[in-house]
């Protein structure tokens, strides 16, 4: 009655895996061409400001999406073996 069951985890990424990660590596770069521009560039305090959050979003997003995207998920695929 108790049976065990047998969860293998998948190497193999699926399509909206390799996207998140594509994304993730997207986001990385547009967080440091802000983060370049803030360093380089001197404008006002609410530009300033306003371009530090969106930077910190855009990292942020950036760790999220990479590591949906080199998780390595189970198969949860039902066998029909008896």
Known sequence: ???QANVTLTT????LQ???KFISILCIIV???IGGYLLF?????ALQLTLGVVAFFFSAMAVVL???GTANLPDLSISHDN
């Open 66 to 68: 990479f590591a949906i």
């Open 41 to 45: 560039f001197n404008d006002s305090d």
């Open 18 to 20: 390799k996207i998140a």
């Open 12 to 15: 193999k990424k699926y399509l």
């Open 31 to 33: 967080a440091f061409l």
């Open 1 to 3: 009655m108790n049976e």
